[in-house]
């Protein structure tokens, strides 16, 4: 399969080559590594090498042995090592089993060929851990790819990759979306499965899928692995219909409202506050009824729940690791910033973590009334462009836990909420900058809805086509 013909096409357009038997799926999982293997030395989007065969798939699963990465934290593929970003881990620590989703994305024919880049402990938006240095942004390698997912989507966004799994626990599925150039859907609460070494990961933040270039892409993938696995504790309704038959289908005349201004406070860029304008005005061209509104948002009382959470979700990891591995934490092993959540997490009470639960579910509620007016909410993904490598610098020792979560959501202020809430929220590539980086803007829907998200993002992927675009920097070619 000539390399230009693989790049070109979605995980969709290779599972149907496949099944037309037009190629072969080892056919296709060798240009894959082709593909990687060129474009990585730019990007630094792997952890290790490739592996040597692709893991086990099922042939005749939808994608048919589709390439495929798994982001190296949460998920884990038996006896496959894990580092979640971290020098702590050292080599890796490999598991005996699939996790559910794994083991679900095997079932569903991808073809997982490596792992990909993650900040220590998926605690930053962009990707740039000391254990294995920066992933770059295929657009622009001076930039961050975005994270923690930033290993996965650049590789997607450099045509390497169809498709490759995610995570998002404030943002970081359509953080790295959103500057990278892909659809990125951080899906329901409860709807793919984080079994079984989490009940509710990231005390619920955290929701497991992937990054995709196309709409049906990720409507096929969350098909293919949707639904609670045995034992969890979030288990919702299942879709009425198949999400892949969302796409084309008429969403109806929607209630959209659109912000651009941040709940923190921190500034918007121009261009992006533009480019979201620009989408709400496309919108309404189409007939939906936009209005500007937003949902209320207590932005000190949110943050410090935020802080409370964050913080004793990696003061867990690491405390757990420490004792099981038996290396003491200090700088030699873990960034200056994850060893301030440790120190702050260590001086929190029960009752601080029972506050943080109550400001999250008052946050919950007064934007769910927020919903009872509005179908979708429309604001741009990220608050700027892709920021220098360097920029959030996980290992400065002068921020502190409180300052460096204020650092990350000045830069990220609309996405963190919404993992609060839930609900499932879509990072789309509508805009450009004047230099030419990509603009996401995020949609957000009731929660359980990620039908209507689908039927809008395919109706704005027809009316504002974004496949023509592609990076200059690093592109397979």
Excluded at 50 to 55: M, V
Excluded at 112 to 117: D, L, M, S, V, Y
Aim: charged share 20%; hydrophobic share 45%.
């Amino acid at each position: 399969m000539k390399l230009s013909d693989y790049a070109e096409r979605d995980a969709t357009g290779l599972a149907q080559m496949i099944a037309a038997r037009e190629v072969s799926a080892e056919e296709v999982q060798r240009a894959a590594r082709e593909a990687v293997e060129q474009v990585n030395p730019a990007l630094n989007a792997l952890v290790g090498d490739l592996f040597d065969a692709p893991l086990s798939c099922e042939a005749d699963g939808p994608f048919r042995g589709v390439p495929f990465a798994i982001k190296d934290l949460a998920i884990h593929a038996a006896g496959v090592p894990t580092r979640l970003g971290s020098r702590l881990t050292g080599p890796g620590i490999p598991f005996p089993h699939d996790t559910e989703l794994m083991a679900r994305f095997r079932r569903a024919g991808l073809a997982a060929i490596g792992r990909t880049a993650t900040p220590e402990f998926g605690f930053n938006a962009s990707t740039e851990p000391v254990a294995g240095g920066p992933t770059r942004n295929p657009w622009d390698v001076a930039r961050a790819a975005g994270g923690s997912s930033g290993g996965s989507a650049a590789l997607v966004a450099a045509r390497a990759l169809p498709v490759a799994h995610a995570n998002d626990g404030g943002g970081s599925i359509r953080i790295p979306a959103g500057w990278c150039g892909l659809v990125g859907l951080k899906p329901t609460r409860g709807r793919t499965p984080p079994g079984p070494d989490f009940d509710e990961m990231l005390s619920g933040l955290a929701v497991e899928f992937a990054v995709t270039r196309t709409v049906r892409d990720a409507a096929a993938l969350l098909d293919a692995v949707q639904g609670a696995g045995v034992g969890d504790k979030y288990e919702i309704g299942p879709p009425s219909r198949p999400y892949s038959k969302e796409i084309g289908a008429p969403p109806g005349r929607l209630r959209v409202a659109v912000t651009t201004r941040s709940w923190s406070g921190s500034p918007v860029d121009p261009e992006h506050v533009q480019a979201a304008v620009a989408v709400g005005r496309e919108l309404a061209s189409l007939g939906h009824v936009v209005e500007e509104a937003s949902p209320p948002l207590d932005w000190e009382a949110f943050l410090r729940s935020q802080l409370t959470i964050w913080t004793c979700f990696v003061a867990h990891g690491a405390l757990t690791l420490s004792e099981a591995l038996g290396v003491p934490l200090g700088p030699e092993v873990l960034e200056a910033t994850t060893l301030a959540s440790v120190e702050h997490a260590r001086r929190l009470t029960a009752i601080d973590v029972y506050n943080a639960n109550q400001l999250c579910n008052t946050a919950r509620r007064a934007v769910a009334a927020f919903f009872q007016h509005h179908d979708v909410l429309l604001t741009p993904t990220v608050a700027t462009p892709p920021p220098p490598i360097g920029y959030l610098d996980a290992n400065d020792a002068r921020l502190g836990a409180l300052g460096w979560l204020e650092k990350l959501f000045d830069v990220i202020p609309f996405t963190p909420l919404f993992n609060v809430t839930g609900q499932p929220a879509m990072s789309l590539p509508l805009g450009q900058t004047s230099c030419g980086l990509p603009i996401g803007v995020q949609l957000v829907g009731r929660y359980g809805d990620e039908a209507t998200l689908f039927q809008l993002a395919a109706q704005l992927e027809q009316a504002l086509p974004w496949q023509q675009r592609r990076p200059e920097a690093v592109v397979v070619r």
